[in-house]
C-alpha cells in the first residue's frame, strides 16, 4: 500500500511545482541554464527509510551544503578550541559571499559563509591523504554511496571565483589561513563541485540528525560534539541574511546552496532535502524553501514543537489469532479464525505520535503484507496525538479503503479529531468485530447462526437424541431485554443457561466500573462454572440486544439426578468436557473469564 506520507509529499510537489519565481544562479556560467521545471523532495528518517517524490535521483552540484559537512571533519579532526581560534560562530547578518571578517582578528564570523568555509578548508589535515581526498569519503560516507567531482563545474567555479580569491588571500593576510591559500582555494572548488542528489542531501541530513551515524549504513561519519556544533551554527547561520525568517518559520537547522539544494535537519528524528535551481534573493530554492514551511507546518518539525527525541512508536503488531477474543465459537468457525486470523492485525502505540512516532506507525502499516485485510491502531498508550498523526491515520483509512480493507481504532477515551473513525473501547472488542468481519467474509452463515436450537448446542453433542429431548423438557424459556441483567456475581449457582438466540456479555467489577470479560452467542451456555451447587456465580452476566435463552435450573438438575441419576451424569460429564475444551482454547489468555 502506497504510504500516507508518500502521498502528502506526492501533492506538495504538484501544487509547489506552479511556483515560478526566481532564477537559477547566474555567477557559475555552468550552473546558469539549470533546468527550473527540476524539483525533487526527500525525506530519510534516523533508521534510513527514505521518501522521495520528484527528480530526486538527479545530479546537482552541492555548492555552499558542503559546508557544514567541512566544519564538522575539521572539528573532528583538530578540536573545537583550535577550530575557534580561526572560526567564530556568531550570524553574520549578510549574504553569503560577503566579507564578514573581524576588524582585529579577521576571524570569519561563522563557518557557513564563504570567508568561514574557506577558512574552514585550511583547518582540514591533509598528512594521510590529499585534502580533497578526505572530504570527498567524507561527504560520500554521509550520503552512504561514493560521490564523484564534476570536472566543468569544478572549471567554471575556478574560472570565475574571483570575489573568493580575494577572500582566501585577505584570510591570509591574517593568518587565519597559515599557508598558500591558492591549493586551499582550489579544494574549497572541488567541495562546492561535488554532484549529489536529493536522495543523498537527505540521508546526508539525516546522518547529522543521527548525531553522525549514517542510517543506512550505520558508519559513525562524526563526532558527536562536532555534530552538536554543526547544527548549532547551521541553526543560526546555515540561511545567512534569512536565517531569523527561517528558524521562526521553519525552526529547523538548514543550509542552502545556490546549486539549488537546501537541506534541512530535525535531530533525532529525520533529515528533508529539495532540490530546486530557481532561487531567491538570499540564494535558496525558491521551491525549498516554500516545501520546507509547509512540511514543518503540517508536520509538527518546529524545533520548539518537536524537541522530543525521535522513536518508533510500535509497542507490538500481531495478528488476531495470538490474542483471541472472549466469544466462544463453533469447531467449524474456531478453525476458520485459525486459518484466516493472520489477515486481521492489531497494531498496538505507545508515547507520543508526532512526527517520529507517526511515521513508524505510517510505514508499519503501508508495509503490511496484501492479505491483510483488517488492521486495527491500538491507541491506548499513546500519550499525544498531534495533528499530523490525525492527518496521517485519516489518510490510512483512506488508502486502505481503496484497497478494500479496513482500518479501526482501539481508544477507551476517544480522541475528537478521531471520532468519525471505526473506533472501540477495547481490544477485546475490535477482536471481536475483527472476527465476525473474517467469519462473515470467508465462512459461511452456519457459523455464526443467529438461532440454535438445544440440539445443535456443542456441549451437548456427546449426548443421544433422548437425553437432549429429557434435558429440554426441563428446561425454563425467556426472553430478555437489551441491558438487562441476567446473573450478579455472588448469587448462588442458578442453573445451566442455552443461548437460543441473541448474545449476553459477561463482565468483572474492576476499579469501580463492569470491564467486559466475554461476549457470548447463539449456541453457547453460560452459569455451568458453578454447578457443584456450592459455587457462586463469578461474573455479571447481560443481555446484549435482546437475548433468547433457555436455563436447566439448578431445581431441575436436582430432580434430574433423583428420577435419572444416568441421564445426569452424562450431562455433567458432556458439560466438563465442554468446559475444559474452552479453558484449553483460551489458555494463552490469562484473563479468560469463568462465568
Known amino acids: 500500500m502506497r504510504s500516507p506520507i508518500d502521498s502528502y509529499l506526492a501533492d506538495l510537489h504538484a501544487d509547489l511545482l506552479g511556483l515560478s519565481s526566481g532564477a537559477p544562479y547566474q555567477g557559475i556560467p555552468a550552473m546558469k541554464d539549470a533546468d527550473n521545471t527540476k524539483f525533487a523532495i526527500a525525506m530519510a528518517t534516523v533508521d534510513g527509510h527514505v521518501y522521495q517524490v520528484g527528480d530526486a535521483e538527479l545530479e546537482f552540484s552541492i555548492q555552499s551544503i558542503s559546508k557544514p559537512f567541512s566544519y564538522a571533519l575539521a572539528l573532528d579532526d583538530i578540536g573545537l578550541d583550535a577550530v575557534d581560534e580561526k572560526l567564530d560562530v556568531e550570524p553574520s547578518g549578510d549574504a553569503f559571499n560577503e566579507i564578514s571578517l573581524s576588524r582585529d582578528t579577521g576571524r570569519p564570523a561563522n563557518a557557513m559563509i564563504n570567508a568561514g568555509a574557506i577558512a574552514t578548508i585550511s583547518l582540514i589535515r591533509d598528512a594521510d591523504a590529499p585534502r580533497f581526498e578526505r572530504i570527498l569519503a567524507h561527504y560520500s560516507a554521509a550520503a552512504g554511496r561514493q560521490l564523484e567531482l564534476s570536472d566543468s563545474i569544478y572549471a567554471s567555479e575556478a574560472l570565475t571565483g574571483h570575489r573568493n580569491r580575494a577572500l582566501a588571500y585577505l584570510l591570509r593576510s591574517f593568518d587565519i589561513i597559515e599557508t598558500d591559500p591558492t591549493p586551499v582555494l582550489e579544494d574549497y572548488f572541488r567541495a562546492c563541485s561535488v554532484m549529489v542528489n536529493a536522495r543523498d542531501l537527505a540521508l546526508m541530513a539525516a546522518t547529522l540528525a543521527n548525531g553522525g551515524t549514517q542510517p543506512a549504513t550505520g558508519v559513525q561519519v562524526m563526532g558527536k560534539e562536532a555534530v552538536q556544533r554543526t547544527l548549532s551554527v547551521m541553526t543560526t547561520c546555515g540561511m545567512y541574511d534569512d536565517a531569523g525568517a527561517w528558524i521562526s518559520a521553519v525552526g529547523l537547522p538548514a543550509k542552502s546552496g545556490v546549486g539549488g539544494g537546501l537541506i534541512a535537519v530535525l535531530p533525532g528524528q529525520l533529515g528533508l532535502a529539495i532540490y530546486s535551481p530557481a532561487l531567491d534573493p538570499h540564494g535558496s530554492s525558491v521551491r525549498g524553501v516554500a516545501a520546507s514551511e509547509r512540511i514543518s507546518a503540517d508536520m509538527g518539525l518546529h524545533f520548539v514543537r518537536a524537541a522530543r527525541l525521535g522513536r518508533s512508536a510500535i509497542r507490538e503488531n500481531y495478528d488476531i489469532t495470538r490474542l483471541p477474543s472472549h466469544i466462544r465459537h463453533s469447531e467449524a468457525a474456531t478453525k476458520l479464525l485459525a486459518q484466516y486470523g493472520e489477515r486481521a492485525r492489531i497494531i498496538e502505540l505507545a508515547g507520543d505520535l508526532l ?129 438487562r441483567i441476567i446473573r450478579r456475581p455472588g448469587e448462588e449457582f442458578g442453573g445451566v443457561y442455552f443461548i437460543l438466540g441473541g448474545k449476553v456479555a459477561t463482565s468483572t467489577l474492576q476499579g469501580g466500573r463492569a470491564v467486559r470479560q466475554a461476549t457470548l452467542s447463539a449456541g453457547m451456555t453460560f452459569g455451568e462454572i458453578a454447578l457443584g451447587g456450592e459455587g457462586e456465580q463469578t461474573t455479571r452476566v447481560t443481555a446484549v440486544g435482546r437475548a433468547h435463552l433457555k436455563v436447566l435450573s439448578a431445581a431441575s438438575i436436582a430432580r434430574l439426578e433423583t428420577e435419572n441419576p444416568g441421564a445426569a451424569l452424562r450431562f455433567w460429564k458432556a458439560i466438563a468436557r465442554d468446559a475444559y475444551t474452552r479453558v484449553e482454547e483460551n489458555i494463552k489468555d490469562s484473563s479468560y473469564p469463568l462465568h
Not at 489518510?395 to 481508544?411: H, K, W
Not at 480522541?415 to 472488542?429: C, H, I, T, V
Open 355 to 483: 512526527f517520529a512516532g507517526t511515521e513508524s506507525m505510517v510505514r508499519e502499516v503501508s508495509e503490511l503484507d496484501a492479505c491483510v485485510e483488517l488492521v486495527v491502531l491500538d491507541l491506548r498508550r499513546v500519550d499525544e496525538v498531534d495533528k499530523i498523526a490525525v492527518q496521517m491515520i485519516h489518510q490510512l483509512q483512506r488508502e486502505l479503503a481503496a484497497e478494500s480493507r479496513t482500518l479501526a481504532l482501539v481508544q477507551e477515551i476517544p480522541f475528537e479529531p478521531l471520532a468519525s473513525l471505526r473506533s472501540f473501547p477495547s481490544r477485546n472488542d475490535a477482536v471481536e468485530w475483527a472476527q465476525a468481519t473474517l467469519l462473515a467474509r470467508h465462512g459461511t452463515a452456519d457459523m455464526v447462526p443467529e438461532t440454535v436450537a438445544v440440539r445443535d448446542f456443542a456441549a451437548l453433542a456427546p449426548l443421544d437424541g433422548a437425553d437432549i429431548a429429557l434435558l429440554e423438557s426441563l428446561m425454563e424459556e425467556s426472553r430478555i431485554e437489551d441491558g
